[in-house]
């Protein structure tokens, strides 16, 4: 039997399935749910700064700097999801469970994010992951200054924790190779691609805009990995469109440790981890792979441009493969 052990970030996972962020992991329950279904590792629902920010003394002190979290404090939804009760949590889910617990933050002001780091690692987790949320919509603002502040905010959590963190990237920002050597460079484990984003819509009926469910892009994440992977000192997980077990070994083909599943899991349940797994157990003993590392970047840009002069496979990760696919 094929041994299907992961290495993500120095963490050892049973298998490269983990639960992604999302109201699966926001529960010690749905941590415990996850771990039988049978995936190596979780990754808990995003804590956001509006929500340490209702406790009373702080709530007056921030609501001067950031005005516009009162109408989103005020709907409450997140509220129910304290900073308190994920300590708690993460400290049970430890006793509980054995498969490594990665936090999520998303912090807008610099200060809080070393802040909540600290206080995840003294709760117990094993890992933790930056959901650094900003779209680069001002007209003045260039991409250095996004790759700054990714970097900054880096810094100022791995000088404050010594546990694993990792960056969900978002793919919009800037170059992603450039931008993974500098974050891998500065000290980051990890790096997922990609955040992902409610996606906008317009009624054309009633003229008014609306937010539509997104859905990550799997094509774009297996590039992406497959064009950064190997060629920086870090681990990459993919995020986005990984719906079966096809899915889960190409994205480890193009060079990920380990894939990160959500929709999957709201559209079927988490009864399908075992069948994925099943599927790459298979498939490795099929191709004679005794290990994910075997294989793990194997259709990777990095390998592929080592071992052909005319870039081989790797063409389909550039975009003059348009023409050649689709002329007649
Ligand atoms: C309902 C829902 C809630 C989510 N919540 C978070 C979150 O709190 N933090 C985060 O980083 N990503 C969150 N995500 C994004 C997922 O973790 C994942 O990156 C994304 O859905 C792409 O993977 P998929 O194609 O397998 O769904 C959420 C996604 C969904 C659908």
Redesign the pocket.
């Known amino acids: 039997m094929p041994d299907i052990s992961a290495l993500y970030m120095g963490l050892n996972l049973r298998n490269p399935i983990i639960a992604?962020?999302?109201?699966f992991t926001d529960s010690l329950s749905g941590i415990l749910k996850c771990e039988e279904a049978g995936v190596g590792a979780v990754?808990l629902?995003?804590i956001f700064e509006e929500q340490l920010i209702s406790h009373e003394d702080m709530y007056d002190k921030y609501i001067n700097i950031y005005p516009e979290s009162v109408d989103y404090l005020r709907e409450g939804g997140l509220l129910e999801y304290g900073p308190q009760k994920i300590y708690q949590m993460i400290e049970e889910a430890k006793q509980k469970s054995k498969i490594p617990i990665i936090a999520?933050i998303?912090c807008r002001s610099p200060k809080l994010w070393p802040a909540f780091a600290k206080q995840f690692q003294d709760a117990g987790a094993d890992g933790l992951?930056l959901?650094i949320y900003s779209l680069p919509l001002e007209l003045e603002k260039p991409c250095e200054e996004y790759e700054k502040e990714h970097l900054e905010i880096l810094r100022s959590i791995k000088s404050a924790v010594s546990i694993p963190v990792s960056i969900?990237l978002n793919h919009q920002i800037t170059s992603v190779p450039y931008l993974a050597r500098r974050l891998s460079e500065a000290g980051c484990d990890g790096l997922?691609f990609?955040?992902?984003f409610v996606e906008p819509d317009i009624d054309i009926k009633n003229l008014t805009t609306r937010n539509t469910?997104g859905?990550?892009d799997?094509n774009r994440t297996l590039r992406w990995v497959a064009l950064t992977a190997g060629r920086i000192d870090c681990d990459i997980s993919s995020?986005?469109?990984?719906?079966d077990g096809k899915g889960l070994i190409k994205q480890i083909l193009a060079g990920s440790s380990a894939v990160?599943?959500?929709?999957?899991f709201?559209a079927k349940g988490l009864e399908p981890v075992k069948g994925m797994l099943t599927e790459l157990e298979s498939w490795m003993a099929a191709h004679q792979y005794e290990s994910i590392e075997d294989f793990k970047g194997e259709l990777s840009f990095k390998n592929q441009e080592l071992s052909f002069k005319n870039m081989g496979e790797a063409e389909s990760y550039f975009r003059s493969q348009y023409l050649k696919t689709y002329e007649k």
Not at 20 to 23: K, V
Request: charged share 15%; hydrophobic share 30%; proline share 0%.
């Open positions: 992604a962020s999302s109201g990754v629902k995003s999520s998303n992951e959901n969900k997922v990609f955040n992902w469910k859905k990550g799997f995020s986005g469109g990984i719906m990160q599943v959500c929709s999957l709201y």
